[in-house]
């Protein structure tokens, strides 16, 4: 019989997730709380429950006999997935605790300092006088528990963060920010991966951010890193080791943000329990054949890990976005390739007439394409 996935979201990250788990044999059901996004059609079938509700998920994924209960890219499906796998017997990666606490800036935060990993100053937000606590400037203020860039700011003084913090409130589901000391430097995102308890797959990419008002929003990833030093290589393969460890996590995928400071060395931004949301499983697996997706649902069904002996990469690979304003309408003719580029795959998220989602309010990705060379 066929295995059948229950998917949670149903955004462009989910739907290419549904067209590996169908093209290799499995039935698909998916939901969200509205019907909206690719995933709809590619699912063989959807389902109108909140992704957040833990209890209507879990009657779902009884009903339909789900085998696996998992999502990609979405910070918020994942304690979803730990607590309706958990209750229902099912494989899961990450156990609840671990995903709380990814979940959660402030816990991440803590759990780094307390364990002397990237240690960081910052202070938990839920008033505007818990600002008058912290005295590290220039700082990043963001919410507790957000994700899409929404609601983060850079900020320079106590006066600035007060006018700022209510927008990170309202982007938190807890009406919770959080303040925490601005690292300096060049970004760069880690894939890594786990099997048994050993870090079996670790690669990191440079991560490439506009420069328009909203904080963070990717324009691009490049591998090989160039970011990366061979000094600091080692470095930011001991912070990644050191949170598997601490962590306990013996199976699955973790995504980081990290920044690269000329003064302190690496320091973790941000950790997740998933593949990241930016579709890089496809650029990964151009540079270095390792298909994170397949790895994530062969080792949930208990299959060796099946990339013992993959070539050491020799040839770079790029992912680059287009990327155009929330609330306009998309129209494929205003995003052409680069000229002269090297294009072996291009998607748009979007088809014509369609509005770009307002995710952050300010700029989304409609679009990517992959470059080679």
């Known amino acids: 019989m066929k295995k059948h996935a229950l998917i949670l979201g149903t955004l462009a990250g989910q739907a290419e997730a549904m067209e590996w788990l169908k093209d290799n044999g499995w039935l698909v059901s998916a939901c969200g709380h509205v019907q909206e996004g690719p995933g709809v059609a590619t699912a063989d079938h959807f389902y109108l429950v ?11 994924a009884r009903d339909i006999k789900a085998d696996v209960v998992y999502s990609v890219g979405s910070d918020i499906a994942m304690p979803t997935v730990a607590r309706v796998s958990e209750t229902l017997g099912l494989p ?66 106590v006066e600035e963060a007060a ?12 009406s919770e920010a959080i303040i925490e000391e601005l690292i300096d430097g060049p970004e760069i995102s880690v894939h890594a991966f786990v099997v048994d308890s050993k870090l079996v797959f670790f690669q990191p990419s440079d991560r490439h951010t506009w420069e328009g008002p909203a904080v963070g929003v990717p324009t691009g990833h490049v591998l090989p890193s160039h970011f990366t ?24 995928p973790l995504y980081f943000q990290m920044k690269l400071s000329k003064e302190h060395g690496p320091k973790i931004i941000e950790i997740a329990p998933r ?27 208990g299959l060796p890990w099946q990339y013992a002996d993959v070539p ?20 494929k003719s205003l995003h052409a390739l680069p000229a002269d580029a090297n294009c072996v795959y291009q998607h748009f998220l979007y088809t014509d007439g369609q509005k770009v989602r307002p995710t952050n309010g300010i700029i989304e990705k409609v679009g990517y394409y992959i470059l080679k060379g």
């Open 229 to 252: 030093s061979k000094d600091m290589l080692p470095r930011v393969r001991d912070l990644v080791e050191s949170c598997v460890s601490h962590l306990k996590v013996a199976n699955g």
């Open 50 to 60: 909140d992704i957040l509700n833990i209890e209507k998920v879990t009657e779902l």
């Open 163 to 174: 006018r700022l913090v209510p927008q990170s409130f309202a982007a938190s589901k807890t």
């Open 312 to 331: 050491e990469p020799t040839t770079p690979y790029s992912l680059w976005f287009f990327l155009q304003k929330t609330g306009e309408t998309f129209q």
């Open 275 to 301: 593949l990241d949301g930016c579709h890089m499983w496809r650029v990964v697996e151009y540079y270095t054949g390792v298909n994170l997706i397949a790895a994530c649902f062969n080792r949930l069904l």
């Open 92 to 157: 899961c990666f990450h156990n609840s605790e671990t995903t709380s606490i990814l979940h959660r800036k402030v816990l991440t935060r803590q759990f780094l300092n307390d364990h002397n990993i990237s240690t960081t100053s910052f202070q938990k937000l839920r008033t505007v006088e818990d600002l008058y606590k912290f005295h590290t400037f220039p700082a990043i203020l963001k919410p507790a528990d957000s994700q899409g860039q929404r609601g983060i700011f850079i900020v320079e003084s």
